[in-house]
């Protein structure tokens, strides 16, 4: 069974600094599709950026970029630039083997951004 | 930008009565998920949808959870009999499919049952 483990229990940031929240996870596939998702107060859902297992390179999506340690079976979200609506749970996510297979969501980690 | 839509927003009904949610997808998107959070949780998984059938479920959707797509645009759960602890922000999600892997969340419905 997949897991996904989010441990941090709440992360602070000053404005315009970089801050990287921690995932980890475990699985027995070879091929598998791990994601962010940003949940602010309002509650919606927002995709962030995805990294496939089998990606050599660390996804990127603007100021996202995505700390990719196979080996450590880790897969850490960067924020570079930290602005004040960045503030929001933040979710890691895994799916295994199928392209459009369920996800298996972390408990989320919680990120406020100080001015 | 094409997005998916949920309603109600917010729904609250009485213990024992049946729910219906309902989900428009994005139009061209293939496969169609339910996941639920209860409040401080994390997000789970009930099910999924392909081509008019459940491609799979997790434990949490029992008997007492259903879903269809009775047209070409909705996706609806409905709950026949709710429980306290149905109590939940139910998501719903599209994909576009082949190799497609952003699952696109909608703004999630709150269902509260008293």
């Known amino acids: 069974a997949q897991k996904i483990t989010q441990t941090q229990p709440g992360m602070f940031v000053q404005e315009k600094e970089a801050v990287t929240l921690d995932c980890t996870y475990d699985t027995s596939d070879q091929s598998y599709g791990l994601f962010w998702y940003k949940q602010p107060s309002s509650g919606e859902m927002i995709f962030l950026i995805y990294?496939?297992?089998?990606?050599?390179q660390n996804a990127t999506e603007g100021r996202y970029s995505l700390n990719f340690q196979k080996a450590r079976k880790s897969a850490n979200l960067v924020i570079s630039a930290s602005q004040l609506g960045d503030s929001a749970m933040y979710f890691c996510?895994?799916?295994?083997?199928?392209?459009?297979?369920?996800?298996?969501f972390g408990k989320g980690i919680t990120l406020s951004v100080r001015p | 930008e094409p997005e998916v839509t949920q309603t109600p927003s917010h729904q609250v009904t009485q213990m024992g009565q049946e729910v219906i949610l309902r989900c428009v997808p994005i139009?061209?998107?293939?496969?169609f998920y339910w996941y639920r959070q209860i409040l401080g949780q994390k997000v789970e998984f009930l099910v999924s949808f392909y081509n008019n059938e459940i491609s799979e479920k997790s434990e949490i959707f029992d008997d007492q959870f259903s879903v269809e797509r009775p047209d070409g645009s909705n996706f609806t759960l409905k709950i026949r009999s709710t429980k306290l602890e149905d109590s939940a922000m139910y998501f719903c999600?599209?994909?576009?499919?082949?190799?497609?892997?952003?699952?696109?969340f909608g703004p999630g419905t709150r269902l509260t049952v008293l």
């Open positions: 990294q496939g297992s089998y990606d050599e």
């Open positions: 139009s061209n998107h293939l496969y």
């Open positions: 996510a895994m799916r295994d083997a199928g392209a459009n297979s369920k996800l298996t």
């Open positions: 999600a599209s994909n576009r499919g082949l190799s497609y892997n952003e699952q696109f």
